[in-house]
């Protein structure tokens, strides 16, 4: 069974730091581009990044380029987000979510999700 | 950017009914539309890939159409478990975006 398992929300200042990471099972990580999607309260969903599956190659959407960093660690079935310079409209539920098989950007399975809250 | 224009954002209906959901895009997206659905726990559910795709373990009542810009997601006949919140998303192209979504909720 595919489970995705978001880790490393929390209340976070604003201007500070944080990583969230997503620990994948069930399946062969290494063989699957994966993604995070957030969720501002009681907003839309949000494409945030999406990563390769060997992590060579990235996208970002416009609101967080430059600011969070998409990566993985195959060995470790793990997706990770290195959130910096966080603002107030961070705030959301942020998924971790696979990517099917390539080159489909569709996302086949999400994980329930972590809290990031931007606040001082 | 493609710009996904989802309608109606409320959808009033019954059990029973047959509904449906429209996703405009603002060019064309060669089909590379999908639906899902998400329930107030916040849990996401993938439903149709590439416009008109079940996902594997969706009831047959769920089906997708559409062409070019212009998209839909039709549930025959609704069941209780189906009054949820749904999103299309275009992969065309990066960005990757969502429509605002539609709540379908007990008249």
Known sequence: EVQLVESGGGLVQPGRSLK?????????????????????????????????????????????????????????????????????????????????????????????????TVSS | DIQMTQSPSSLPASLGERVTISCRASQGISNNLNWYQQKPDGTIKPLIYYTSNLQSGVPSRFSGSGSGTDYSLTISSLEPEDF??????QDASFPLTFGSGTKLEIK
């Open chain 1, 20 to 116: 969230l990471s997503c620990a994948a099972s069930g399946f062969t990580f290494s063989d699957y581009n994966m993604a995070w999607v957030r969720q501002a309260p009681t907003k839309g969903l949000e494409w945030v990044a999406s990563i390769s599956y060997g992590g060579s190659n990235t996208h970002y959407g416009d609101s967080v380029k430059g600011r969070f960093t998409i990566s993985r660690d195959n060995a470790k079935s793990t997706l990770y987000l290195q959130m910096d310079s966080l603002r107030s409209e961070d705030t959301a539920t942020y998924y971790c979510a696979r990517h099917w098989i390539t080159p489909s950007l569709y996302f086949d399975y999400w994980g329930q999700g972590v809290m990031v």
């Open chain 2, 84 to 89: 949820a919140m749904y999103y299309c998303q």
